[in-house]
């Protein structure tokens, strides 16, 4: 069962957290997020998931970036996002999608618990010009049945801004 955009706002402060809220965007059973002007783009040609790939910051001027395809470029939300007894999810807006703009490859799925801004995996088709503050992509919310743990990795709780991949902590185990 997915949450209305009525029982999403009535359940913000208490089991769901999207600071700042703005009504205006929020939808039937959803709510819209922003994208935020900081973005990351990796340093090198070839990654290395067994280690910390060196990325490079870029910054979304007033009049829009253009992003080349091909290339990953990570961003992140302006919203700070939590969940206490909700699965989030997070999709593309179709304005978004239909102009070649994926904002996430892999990684639309949250975790029961998670506190944090959302890292955006950014891929487009063709040159596309973008812009900070535009509604990128919506979150919307799963009932979970049954008993839980809830989410607590040290690797992405409660980040403070755009994260690359920190898969390579995984092999240090």
Known sequence: MILSGIE?????????????F????????????????ELLVYDEPTLDMKKENKVKELFIPEEGLVLEPGKLYLGRTVEYTGTNNYVPMLEGRSSIGRLGLF???????????????WTLEIFCVQPIRIYSGVQICQIYYHCIEGDYDEYTSGK??????????????????
């Open 103 to 117: 904002i996430h490859i892999t990684a639309g799925f949250g975790d029961v618990g998670f506190q944090g801004f």
């Open 22 to 37: 703005n009504e205006e965007q929020l939808n039937p059973n959803s709510y819209n997020l922003r994208l935020h002007n």
């Open 156 to 173: 992405y709780q409660n980040n403070d801004g755009v994260q690359p991949s920190l898969l390579y902590k995984d092999f240090e185990r």
């Open 8 to 20: 999403i706002k009535k359940k913000l402060g208490k089991e769901i957290i999207i600071e700042p």
